[in-house]
């Protein structure tokens, strides 16, 4: 069973920084793809940021370019996403998601195309 831990999230005023986390645990897991994505209350599940294995591709929300990095630790198992110039409009809950597939690049963007996704954390930014 592959397990995905988000952790990182937190309460920070607009303008401020914060850096979520996820690691990958469980069965031998290669992923090909993996992703954050994030869900404020009474929304739909929105894409935030994604990345190929090679680490090269990444791709970014409209709403977040400029502003989120996303990086992988590949000694670590573990994927990064750091956020700055934070805007009330952040706020959510954000998961990690991951699959082993090969995705085209429009599939990256759609939650339906990750298999494995973590419990989801907590980010509120206040003004």
């Known amino acids: 069973q592959v397990q995905l831990i988000e952790s990182g999230g937190g309460l920070v005023q607009t303008g401020g920084s914060l850096r979520l986390s996820c690691v990958a645990s469980g069965r031998a897991f290669s992923a090909n793809a993996m992703a954050w994505f994030r869900q404020a209350p009474g929304k739909e599940r929105e894409f935030v940021a994604a990345f190929r294995r090679n680490g090269a591709d990444k791709y970014y929300a409209d709403s977040v370019k400029g502003r989120f990095t996303v990086s992988k630790d590949s000694v670590k198992n573990t994927v990064n996403l750091q956020m700055n110039s934070l805007k009330l409009e952040d706020t959510a809950v954000y998961y990690c998601?991951?699959?082993?597939?090969?995705?085209?690049?429009?599939?990256?963007?759609?939650?339906?195309?990750?298999?494995?996704w973590g419990q989801g954390t907590q980010v509120t930014v206040s003004s």
């Open positions: 998601a991951a699959t082993a597939a090969g995705l085209i690049t429009s599939s990256m963007r759609t939650p339906n195309s990750y298999d494995y």
